[in-house]
Each structure stands twice: as structure tokens, then as C-alpha cells.
């Protein structure tokens, strides 16, 4: 005979259900647990990056005193270029005037009686050729480079640059010789050029007005057009170089009045 035991042991809800509220209230009454926490030295925490923008700009940013001598740096670079060019605008009308008046002298040779040996007219002809194409180049190059004085000139209005130029008195209020001595020279220049200028001109003139006299009677009327037009322009040229000798002089006698004021004799500068 097989005997089962079985235990059943049944409790009625109401029991169940206060087991369950006993059970979550120790729950409810146990410590927490602490959170787990690192310290500094487990944890680098990296600086904030700072943005390329803001370092490029403050590596931009300078001081007012860098700003000042950046700018007088290149104003002074700016002067040192522009009396390079201005010098040598003057220097190619030099030699351009020198080669003219050659071209002049040898053109009165060959239409002098002047007695030469044989060959000499073709010399002086080829010679002749040779330095009008010399100075057809020299004033050429000369308005070339005028034309990249006038852009420097605009740069500098534009950068608010100031032309350098020596002061009539030193710091201590003294007259600076230095600047009579300059500026004669200067005029004394300008005013040899104009002179050489308008020589030039008045030759080219006299030449022309023989050849137009020469070739009043051959009929060539467009021949005889053209070298009256040429005529016109050497009478302008000759006009605008008088017009130089006359404002040289005039300024340097400007320069003798404010050097005798300032007790300057020019006469003894050199």
C-alpha cells in the first residue's frame, strides 16, 4: 500500500496581500547605497579648446606702437621708391634732350657749307638716325615711368602717406643746412634741364622753318602740312619749357630771400 503525503497550505488573500506590504516597507527602511565616485587623480578633465578663430585673431591683434612702425616703415619704403622713379623720369628726358641736341648739331653740319671729306655727310646722317631713334626710346621709357610715378602717387593719397621732405630748421630751431644745400641743387637742376629743353625746341624750330621755306615751292601740300604740324608741337614744346625756366627761376629766387631771412648764404654752399 502506496501512501502520498501532500502539504497544502492555503492562506486566504487578505494575508497574502499584508505579506506583500511588510515585505516592501524593509525594503523602503534599508540604507542607501553610496554611489560610486572617482577621484581627481582618476579623472583629467581637459581644458576647454579654444576655437582657431580666436587664436588667429589674437595672434592678428597689435599694439598701437607695432601699427605706428609698421606704417612708418612703409611710408618711408614708399618715398625711397617714389624718388628712385621721379629721379629717373629726370634722368631719361636728360639724356633724351642731350641726344636731340646732338641730332640738331649735326643736322646744321650736314646743311652747312662747310667743307668735309667725302663719307662724312653719310656718317653724320647715320649718327644722325641713330640718336633720334635713341631718344624717340628715352622719352618712351621716361612716360613709361612717369605713368608708374603717378600710380605711386595715388597710392600714397590713398594710404594717406606724407612725401618726406627736410625741414628749413632743425629740432633745435637752427637753419638746416642741409636743406638749402638740397634744394639749390634741385633747382638749380630743374632749371638746367628747362634750359636744355627749350634749346632743344628752338632748334627743332629754326630746322623746320628751313625746310618748310626749302619746300615752299615743290607743291607737296601734304608734305608741306605735316611739317608745319611738327612746327606747331616744337612751338608748345618750346612754350611749356619756357614756362619751366621761368617757375625755376622764380623759386629759386624764393630760396635766396627765405636763406638770406634765415642767414644762410647760398653762395657758399656746395
Do not use: C, H
Not at 524593509?26 to 579648446?49: D, F, H, W, Y
Not at 587664436?55 to 612708418?72: H, L
Request: proline fraction near 5%; glycine fraction near 4%; charged fraction near 30%.
Amino acid at each position: 500500500m502506496k501512501i502520498e503525503l501532500r502539504t497544502v497550505i492555503k492562506l486566504p488573500a487578505v494575508w497574502l496581500g499584508w505579506l506583500m506590504v511588510m515585505a516592501i516597507t524593509a525594503l523602503a527602511q534599508q540604507p542607501p547605497r553610496p554611489i560610486p565616485t572617482m577621484t581627481g587623480e582618476q579623472v583629467s578633465v581637459p581644458p576647454p579648446a579654444v576655437p582657431a578663430s580666436n587664436a588667429n585673431k589674437a595672434e592678428s591683434v597689435k599694439t598701437p606702437e607695432a601699427q605706428d612702425a609698421n606704417q612708418d616703415a612703409a611710408e618711408k619704403a614708399w618715398n625711397e621708391n617714389l624718388a628712385k622713379l621721379r629721379e629717373r623720369v629726370k634722368e631719361l628726358e636728360r639724356r633724351a634732350d642731350q641726344a636731340e641736341l646732338e641730332v640738331n648739331r649735326l643736322r646744321n653740319f650736314l646743311f652747312s657749307a662747310e667743307p668735309r671729306d667725302a663719307g662724312a655727310n653719310g656718317k653724320a646722317l647715320a649718327r644722325s638716325a641713330e640718336l633720334t631713334d635713341l631718344a624717340q626710346k628715352l622719352r618712351a621709357e621716361a612716360k613709361a615711368t612717369q605713368r608708374e610715378v603717378d600710380e605711386l602717387l595715388a597710392e600714397g593719397e590713398a594710404k594717406k602717406y606724407k612725401i618726406a621732405t627736410l625741414s628749413p630748421t632743425t629740432k633745435s630751431g637752427d637753419p638746416n643746412l642741409d636743406y638749402y644745400q638740397s634744394r639749390l641743387a634741385e633747382l638749380q637742376t630743374e632749371l638746367n634741364d628747362a634750359q636744355a629743353r627749350a634749346q632743344v625746341m628752338q632748334l627743332r624750330i629754326n630746322e623746320l622753318r628751313l625746310r618748310i621755306n626749302g619746300n615752299s615751292g615743290s607743291g607737296d601740300s601734304f608734305f608741306l602740312g605735316r611739317l608745319r604740324d611738327e612746327l606747331d608741337e616744337a612751338q608748345k614744346g618750346l612754350e611749356k619749357a619756357q614756362t619751366r625756366v621761368a617757375a625755376a627761376l622764380e623759386k629759386l629766387e624764393a630760396l635766396r630771400k627765405q636763406a638770406r631771412e634765415a642767414g644762410v648764404e647760398l653762395s657758399e654752399l656746395k
